[in-house]
C-alpha cells in the first residue's frame, strides 16, 4: 500500500513537472479540484474559506493553499461587487466601432493611452477586421454619450470615424467563464 501511495504521488510530481517543462496553458494545468474551486468563486465571491472547502470536499487548510497557488499563479487576479448600473445611473450601454486614420505603434498607444483615462468606457479591445477597436460604455442616457462622442469619443487622438451601437436589451450578460 505505501508503494502504490508513493507511486501516485511521484506520478502526480512528473504531470506537474511536464506542464512546466511543455509550457501547457494554465486551463491545461488547471486540475479537477482547481476548476470546481474556481466555479463556486465565480458563483460566489464573498465565501468563506470553510464554505468553500465544504462545497469542494477539501479541508480547509488544503483549500487555503489552492487558493493562495491560484492567486499567486494570476489564475484569481481580483474580487468584485457587481452593481446594477440602472441604479448608479449608468442604464445605456453602448457599444462604438473606432477607426483610426493611421494604423502605427505610436498612433495605438496614444489612442490607448487616452480611452484608459476614461471612466465611461469598461472594455477597448483592438480587433481585426473592418475598425481598429471596439469599445463597451456606459452612460445615463442618449444625451450624456451623445456629449460622451463628441467633447470625448471623437477628440481621441488618431480617431477617424466610429459607429454606434445602442443596446435596446441585454439579453446575457455574466462575468463567469466556463471551467
Known sequence: MAEMTECASYDKRLKRRMFRQKGLSPMEALDAVDRRLLRVLQDDGRISNAELARRCNL???ACFERMRRLREKKVITGYAALINPAKVGRG???FVEVLLDRTTGDMFEAFAEAVRRQPEVL???MVAGG?????KARVGDMEAYRAFLGDVLV???GVRETRTYAVLEEVKSTTALPL
Request: charged share 20%.
Open 59 to 61: 479541508s480547509p487548510a
Open 123 to 125: 472594455e477597448c479591445h
Open 155 to 157: 477628440k481621441m487622438p
Open 92 to 94: 445605456l450601454m453602448i
Open 131 to 135: 475598425f481598429d477597436y471596439l469599445i
